[in-house]
């Protein structure tokens, strides 16, 4: 890949001396490492017992749900682990928010500007197009009075609505808000909005991105993030076995095209601390 380090690299000239080339401008490529590991889950159907109508399509929902979060765990783990995450102290790549976006007197749109502005420093002049929220921190957003008295559509719409609306007020070109659960837990953390600089699925290698899932082409499907979708008997079991796997991995390329705020979502305040429920 090309490092966004050798984006920013000055050329020692770009005048043209009469009857010479053009100076060489310098790219070094550098190699990024990463694994594609066997992932999935199945669940099985007792070819002896009676479903109730469409129960396959339902077993498959359920897998879908399932894997979702286990593939957003993993890709919370690569973002954000204290030790070897993309995303922490060490990398100089997260900060704290002065204050929390459920605070009246915050200033999310400039707390967002300084993050772009700080992740286009690192980035050789790259801006980030992707804001990652957590649930409660997209309704503190559109529930924010400065969010509020530029963008009025954020009363009576659907989320998908406020996000697209939301988008270019902070200068991106999308908000994705994350709702993965683990039972009654939220995957994504719910403090730390993310910047960062993605990619389309379907683009080229040479598309400027700060991570990117990878697979295997020949066996998973584009469309469907690389799973593969299937079902099968298994007579030895007497099971109708339907599952969903892929070879695939997280890459990080650079640290330097993501940025995290941190602290965006602050503790609820008590209304009455004399009393005791």
């Known amino acids: 890949v090309a490092p966004f380090s050798s984006i920013a690299t000055a050329p020692t000239t770009i005048t043209r001396t ?12 550098t190699s990024v490492l990463y694994e594609c590991s066997d992932v999935g889950l199945q669940m099985s159907m ?34 954000f682990n204290a030790t070897t ?37 690192r980035s050789g002049g790259l801006v980030p197009d992707t804001l990652v929220v957590s649930s409660p921190a997209f309704a503190a957003l559109k529930q924010h009075p400065d969010i509020v008295s530029r963008v009025p559509i954020t009363v009576l719409r659907s989320d998908e609505e406020v996000a697209n609306a ?3 007020v902070f200068g991106l070109q999308r908000i994705v808000v994350s709702r993965v659960m683990q039972g009654s837990t939220p995957v994504y953390p719910v403090d730390i909005a993310l910047l960062a600089i993605t990619a389309p699925a379907n683009s080229l290698e040479s598309t400027p991105a700060a991570c990117r899932l990878v697979y295997w082409a020949d066996d ?3 469309s469907r993030e690389g799973w593969v979708v299937e079902s099968y008997d298994k007579i030895e ?14 890459l990080v390329i650079s ?6 705020l941190t602290g965006v979502i602050g503790e609820p305040e008590d209304p009455d601390p004399g009393v005791v429920p």
């Open 18 to 29: 009469p009857n010479t080339e053009y100076a060489e401008a310098a790219l070094t490529l």
């Open 46 to 79: 007792d070819l002896a017992e009676q479903y109730p109508l469409n129960m396959e399509m339902a077993a498959a929902q359920t897998l879908k749900y399932k894997l979702e979060g286990a593939a957003e765990a993993a890709a919370v783990d690569v973002l």
């Open 85 to 121: 995450g993309a995303v922490r102290a060490a990398n100089n790549n997260i900060v704290p928010v002065t204050t929390p976006w459920t605070d009246s007197t915050s200033m999310p749109i400039g707390d967002i500007a300084f993050g772009i502005e700080q992740l286009a420093h």
């Open 166 to 168: 939301l988008a270019p």
């Open 220 to 222: 998973g499907d584009i």
């Open 237 to 250: 079991t007497r099971s109708h076995i339907i599952r969903a796997r892929r070879n695939a991995g997280y």
């Open 255 to 260: 640290a330097n095209g993501l940025y995290g």
